[in-house]
């Protein structure tokens, strides 16, 4: 039986390879993204030159029209959906006191609103013994200066993660986190100095950043048979970090 998967912000870093890894695995993936098409229809590419199969679908996951969209275009494309991985996000830093009313709402919009249309419209399509997943952040238990608006919406987002989880009791649809710490990935490595990104490096007992690779490979246990057992938890793939 054909499995889909539904990807979101699956163009670049962690997303790109979470898509990858899911099509080698057998699921055939929505691969959504925000704006560029050249590089989500790249990933596409990638997938079924492995032999895999893909769809670029664009939409704003903060808008709840486009979320339903997705949804719709997936399940044409491939059929009745088993899994779905929230993974779009943004992460400008400001700090609280600097009042930057409109980085904030912007971040919410994205991190929080958007992780709230996505999983009410999992609930509402992921078929039963389906899985749920959403991605969060390790930042949460550091507390670092200027993450105020980014800590903020992944804290929701667990939130959200915990209450669906017992919302879906009964239909066998597991729902997780997943928490990465610091990843090697443009989204991470904007506006750092080479100085922070060696201090960030070193931050984990294994002294070195996370690779996009090894976020792929935790959300594919929790997608898979393995990770059947596993609900309403956070898993902090960080390698020490937190």
Do not use: C
Not at 13 to 25: E, M, P, T, V, Y
Not at 41 to 56: D, F
């Amino acid at each position: 039986m054909a499995k889909t998967a539904i990807v979101t912000g699956a163009s670049r870093g962690i997303g790109r390879s979470i898509a990858k890894r899911l099509a080698r695995d057998g699921f055939s993936v929505a691969v959504n993204y925000a704006g560029n098409t050249a590089h989500a229809e790249e990933v596409v590419r990638e997938i079924k030159a492995a032999g895999g199969n893909a769809l670029a679908i664009s939409g704003d996951i903060s808008n709840p029209t486009d979320v339903r969209d997705l949804f719709e275009k997936a399940a044409q494309g491939f059929g009745p959906i088993q899994v779905v991985v929230n993974n779009a996000g943004i992460m400008p830093l400001s700090p609280i006191g600097a009042g930057d009313v409109e980085t904030f709402d912007k971040v919410i919009a994205i991190n929080l609103r958007g992780a709230f249309l996505v999983l009410g419209q999992a609930a509402q399509q992921v078929v039963e013994g389906g899985r749920i997943i959403a991605l969060s952040s390790s930042v949460l238990a550091k507390s670092f200066p200027t993450y105020g608006p980014y800590i903020a919406s992944k804290a929701g987002v667990e939130g959200l993660v915990h209450v669906l989880a017992n919302e879906l009791r009964g239909r066998r649809i597991t729902v997780n986190a997943v928490a990465p710490g610091p990843v090697g990935t443009d989204l991470f490595l904007k506006d750092k100095t080479q100085a922070q990104i060696e201090q960030l490096s070193k931050l984990a007992p294994l002294e070195r950043l996370g690779r996009p690779e090894d976020i792929a490979d935790v959300v594919a246990f929790l997608a898979g048979p393995d990770g059947g057992w596993v609900n309403g938890q956070v898993l902090r793939a960080n390698g020490g970090f937190a």
